[in-house]
């Protein structure tokens, strides 16, 4: 399928964004991690490590790839372009830093979904204007997940988005599941939680517990 269409589609319909994040998942693998996401039904996974060589991450891409195939999931790689070309990948996610969305359009040619993160309304419009096929919305909350990150943009840009933007969204950003309730209630149907998810110790009763709570605030505010 149409990696654009099926991300975009998928964002939409609402639920669980997966990321890898090795660092903070307990000594498993990714490939141990993504398999325990598929299996309890998140169906978009992110691959997101910054710090590892390019030819590990390029092995461990190719079976993530065949993973999410098999489940009907989608897959995107963050920041490395010519990665998410190496492995077929359904869509790219980029900064605000990295490559303008029209360039990455030239690179990864019109099947790919671009995905695009978002920290104020300007550059929610912006992207839009740029032709991303989602946006990601944060951080909500504070994060340590990465380094770089900027300030916490707190729900009042999350209403922005809900209210201004055309473009499927992903709520990120220190999503917790004390949290969850409140961003689903300010209008995320898609919410990416990275430490909450790969850093349980059940992740597959963990994940259970996200998606019934999250579907449950989503039916009070459809």
Known sequence: MNGRILVSGLIREGGLYGLTA???????????VVRAMLDAGIRIVQYREKTKKMG?????????RAMTRE?????IINDDIDLALLVNA??????QEDLPVQAVRRLVGEGMAIGLSTHAP????????????????GPIFATQTKEDVCA???LAYLDFVVREID???VAIGGIKEVNLPDVVAHGARCAALVTEIVGAGDMQTKIARLQS???????TVS
């Open 152 to 154: 916490p943009v707190g």
């Open 167 to 169: 473009l499927p969204f």
């Open 22 to 32: 090795e660092k903070f998942s307990l000594g498993r693998s990714n490939p141990d």
């Open 213 to 219: 709570l999250m579907n449950a605030r989503l039916r």
């Open 90 to 95: 359904d869509g790219v996610h980029v900064g």
């Open 71 to 75: 489940h009907g999931a989608a897959f």
């Open 56 to 64: 590990a991450k390029y092995e461990e891409c190719k079976v993530l």
């Open 122 to 137: 300007h550059e929610a419009v912006a992207a839009a204007t740029a032709g991303a096929d989602y946006i990601g919305v």
